[in-house]
């Protein structure tokens, strides 16, 4: 079965980095988009990243972009997000996701925290 596993989150001070990674199974990985979507407390939840099946294309929120990077490696079955520039705001709840035959996927998530 479809499985997304989330790692890389913590605490960081404001203007640090830090590195989200999600390991994928259950599904051939490099056919598929990827995506990493956020949930702050009491907010909806937001797409922040997209990836396109061969790395072709990147897609990003406003609130990120020239922050954050996504990537992804073919091989190792792995999306990954980094970080840099971090703001309070930047706080919330950060999860992996895939579409796959017709049904959303998303992992565990991993908790982002942006404070002094």
């Known amino acids: 079965q479809v499985q997304l596993v989330e790692s890389g989150g913590g605490l960081v001070q404001p203007g640090g980095s830090l590195r989200l990674s999600c390991a994928a199974s259950g599904f051939t990985f ?15 939840r937001e797409l922040v990243a997209t990836i396109g099946r061969s790395t072709d294309w990147t897609t990003y929120a406003d609130s990120v972009k020239g922050r954050f990077t996504i990537s992804r490696d073919n091989v190792k079955k792995t999306v990954s997000l980094q970080m840099n ?7 919330a709840l950060y999860y992996c996701y895939v579409r796959y035959l017709g049904s959303d996927y998303w992992g565990q ?3 982002v925290t942006v404070s002094s």
């Open 85 to 91: 520039s971090l703001k309070p705001e930047d706080t």
């Open 30 to 44: 490099s056919n598929y988009v990827m995506r990493w979507y956020r949930q702050a407390p009491g907010k909806e």
């Open 109 to 111: 998530g991993t908790q």
